[in-house]
């Protein structure tokens, strides 16, 4: 059983940043895409960004040179680093994982970015 656990998530103003990270324990195979979507009142879940497993990396034009993506493909983690945060970015923010090789889709918990203004 795959399981996602998130954290870093938070309360900042304006401006500030926050670090999401995900781990990912359990039967999970080294060819697969690990991305973050996020999911705000009212609002479809988006995808934010994603990394495969060989490193390319795919953003929200809306995240686009703020938030930058990365993994440790050794510790099965995927970290968001947010930055110029914006009251827009307000949403509980998800941590997918999806194997390529059994064609499986896997979902954090969520966690809450709130952004004051």
């Known amino acids: 059983q795959v399981q996602l656990v998130e954290s870093g998530g938070g309360l900042v103003q304006a401006g500030g940043s926050l670090r999401l990270s995900c781990a990912a324990s359990?039967?999970?195979?080294?060819?697969?895409?690990m991305g973050w979507y996020r999911q705000a009142p009212g609002k479809q879940r988006e995808l934010v960004a994603a990394?495969?497993?060989?490193?390319?990396?795919n953003y929200a034009d809306s995240v686009k040179g703020r938030f930058t993506i990365s993994r440790d493909n050794a510790k099965n983690m995927v970290y968001l680093q947010m930055n110029s945060l914006k009251f827009a970015d307000t949403a509980v923010y998800y941590c997918?994982?999806?194997?390529?090789?059994?064609?499986?889709?896997?979902w954090g918990q969520g966690t809450q970015v709130t952004v004051s203004s």
């Open positions: 997918n994982v999806k194997d390529l090789v059994v064609h499986s889709d896997y």
């Open positions: 359990g039967p999970v195979f080294s060819l697969n895409v």
């Open positions: 990394v495969t497993s060989g490193g390319i990396t």
